[in-house]
DNA sequence: CTCCCGAGTGTTTACGTAAACATCGATGAG
DNA sequence: CTCATCGATGTTTACGTAAACACTCGGGAG
């Protein structure tokens, strides 16, 4: 900075407000300022400028993986959000989900250069963990039932399962299986929840629950068990990736989708659109996610006081043709 | 620092010492510096240190979208590796792959604070863009012919794209027909490459190329141009999704896979094992790949000499169910 | 006994920036 | 004509850290 103000001839503080855009600098001395600053590859250090200014115009993001397709297309959209307001962003991967993989990100975390993070992690891993976020750091988390004491922004999981199962009885079936996510997750337990209360609500029977870990070969062999079972026609799977593994458990065993067994996802992944047959789902707004985490984050950072509860991001069901009546001989007597 | 120092009655040096480490601390002053640094909720400043040391430990990563299968997965693991190399990563997305969004992407990075960056996306866009990597900067590159100017590190686009066709051939079909990947994409480019040269080099008839977008999407459109084509008995699909779209595409149009067509994909994506019928497909090491960019871009940071080059990740093919012999009637006269 | 050495600790300084304050010159009102 | 005012620019300072150097003190060699 010194060199660029020799050679423009003008003290380093007008070469700072040049740079930082400041007003209350003539158009000409503006002008000399950037040609020198170009000719001599100047650019600010950003460390100096975080020393001095005190934030870093960095959010951090802990999660255990990218490898989910909700994890990395929330991740997208928060980068995306926050490069949109001039703030970028840090991953810190949690090694295993563990306590002490989620200790030593937390740790990580209060190295690094960060105005606040956004967590997302089952919350019951952040308590099992007597982890310390640093005092006073900004925080938001996603996916987790954490709404008492944090600040939430989540999908509307419930309620876009009551839309699926709900569907599946308009169309006639007596009741509804379930193939849930890990008992782990939150978002696997709301997706159950919602689909128990709506079969109760409804004076239907409640079938056992097959349980995956959304990996679509889990579903596979949750798909095994129902498609012996000829009293099942309807399936709502938690996630679509396991959903596609149940088609093929389901197609292999000769029983056909929608014809005899109906089938409903939850992400409506861009692949889904593609699946043999192509899959109804629970459409998720991860961009509005992102949106609203990094929304709720600066919020925060600015200085607002920080109010836990919920955000929930609406869901919309997308019918597409693996869902049908079942077929006569298993309709339920009116 | 400073109030670190007054409790525990020694200088802030001392305290320096501790906090980085350093031997030539007895251990009973440090012991009392650390039960300081806990009383007090220490922790160190990273914009000072980074100021201090004129390095931040933070890589940055940019590319296009995490949309992708591949790119995310890369991510992933250059995100693990860094974590254990003591390194964060800094994500930075590029708005649109057009001139003006890696423009912008490429000047929020001479802005950010990364020790060295690596660069997932066709090289085209670097060249077409006039895009000025901050002089010194420790680059490497995914996905790209740059070898000459850069350190690139990519899978083994060719050999894995040669041994799915060379599967195909040796089943007994004639000719394999290719759906590839975007023209601005390399990977795209040097797969379809690897299956021209290796049907020329067999002296077989090439067929026209269809062109998707890696969406299952696109891939449904190429398949219902091949499922229209009789003398379509093989395929390879430059990317799983695509295959998947392809799958639905001969399933519609009664095409059983693999007994009249075969297809075989690249990417060998966890969803692939589970598509109708399983896919055979191509496996890439993501894993492999972010590992070699980490530790190539550290050696770089760390003063070693750069060595423009490609550094190759080999693939392996991975045999499941949907690639078989031709039907006889069109198996080649031997 | 003296001197030197080295381990352990303290003092000084600089990293690059931007806020706060100081200065300067031109303009316009009285 | 003088002086207050204001816009443009310069000067000083502090942000928190760690390297370089300085100092102290105990112990061993001569």
Redesign the pocket.
Known sequence: ??DVARLA??????V??V??G?????E??RRVVLDAMRELGYR??SA??A????EFRTIGVILFTLATTGNSRTVEAIATQAALEGYAITLIPVAAPTQDGVLGAFTRLGELAVDGVIVIMEVHLLDATDLTLPPGMPVVVVDSDAGDRYPVVDTDQADGARQAVRHLLELGHRTVHHVGGPAESFSAERRAQAWRAVLEEAGRPVPPVERGDWSATSGYRAGLTLAADPACTAVFVANDQMALGVLRALHEHGRRVPEQVSVAGFDDIPDAASYLPPLTTVHQDFAEVGRRCVHGLLGQIRGERITPGTELVPTVLVHRSSTAAPPPAARRAP
Chains 1, 2 share one sequence.
């Open positions: 900075m010194a001839g003008v003290s380093s503080q007008t700072s407000r740079s930082t400041h007003p209350g600098v003539v000409s001395t600010p250090n100096a400028r020393l001095k200014l005190g």
